[in-house]
């Protein structure tokens, strides 16, 4: 069975203090720390511990907070990307940790999906860490929130970027766009009409809750981030007899981690090889 898993443990905590995020600057306490560390050397021992039942996993890591600036986080992406049957494994991060764990682990597994907070970090020093990236023979994509201010240096980075990294854009939570300001942030993202508008859901099919799975820190499985409903835990194995097709019970769905799997759009084919890690297929390769 090819099973994705969208796992976001209790960590809460994030160096930045974007605006647009209701989870910036928390600070998790030690206990909370480790308590997000034990939850995910739990997830790590049980995904390797499924290489004898023939599962093929595939793994995004979506914190709340920022996930490596903490060893816990790297180590965990190293040692998965070294198990044959882990198919990619893969991180959201605003990459203000340091690159050089990545020379230790599997780059052909393992990817990133890194995103640019201007005003939380200098454009150099990000675009720094992107060419560090690059020279290791990195796997990732950028993006940036697309809120007005952003643009310009949005497109800085579209110049700057090699054409082989895929520069997304996210709309804007609560901002409407015209047409022009659609078609300005399309041109640097010809994808940005995806997630222009939230898209239709309800009644429609959805990968999720048969081949994709988010998974909390305690082990309890839901179909995705956006639906409370449990399906059962990881750790007993109670939630597969609960794998079966369903269509999605909201009205719509306007996060990328979620309608990248409605069944209704063809983004698995745009997104094919790298649906996990935001990279479209012919994008990613060394150039």
């Known amino acids: 069975m090819d099973l994705t898993l969208l796992y976001r443990g209790p960590l809460a905590s994030c160096d930045y203090d974007c605006p647009y995020c209701p989870f910036a600057k928390r600070r998790d306490s030690r206990e909370q720390l480790r308590a997000d560390r034990a939850a995910l050397e739990r997830f790590t021992g049980w995904a390797a511990a499924q290489q ?16 490596l600036v903490r060893s816990w986080y790297r180590r965990a992406l190293t040692e998965l990307s070294h198990l044959p049957h882990l198919r990619r494994v893969a991180i959201q991060t605003n990459l203000s940790c340091r690159t050089d764990w990545l020379a230790g682990a599997d780059l052909d597994t393992l990817a990133l999906w890194c995103t640019f907070h201007p ?3 200098p454009y150099d020093r990000f675009l720094g860490k992107t060419r560090e990236l690059a020279a290791l023979g990195a796997r990732f ?56 508008h939230p898209h239709r859901s309800a009644g429609l099919p959805c990968r999720t809750g048969e081949s994709v799975l988010s998974v909390d820190g305690d082990g309890t499985v839901r ?16 939630f597969r007899p609960a794998l079966r097709p369903r269509p999605c019970p909201l009205t719509s769905c306007d996060c990328h981690i979620g309608y990248v799997h409605l069944e209704t759009l063809p983004l698995y084919d745009v997104f094919a090889g790298g649906v996990l890690e935001r990279i479209p297929a012919g994008y990613g390769i060394a150039g």
């Open 119 to 121: 005003g939380q970090t």
């Open 223 to 238: 179909r995705c981030h956006f639906v409370p409903t449990e399906l059962g835990n990881l750790y007993d194995d109670t």
């Open 52 to 67: 004898p039942t023939g599962d093929r996993l595939s793994v995004l890591f979506t914190p709340w907070g920022e996930g």
């Open 141 to 196: 994509s950028v993006g940036v929130v697309g809120l007005p201010e952003h643009h310009a240096l949005a497109a800085r980075l579209r110049r700057e970027l090699p054409a082989e990294v895929y520069l997304w854009i996210n709309a804007a939570e609560g901002h409407t766009y015209t047409d022009a300001e659609a078609a300005a942030w399309t041109a640097l993202d010809p994808l940005f009409p995806y997630s222009r």
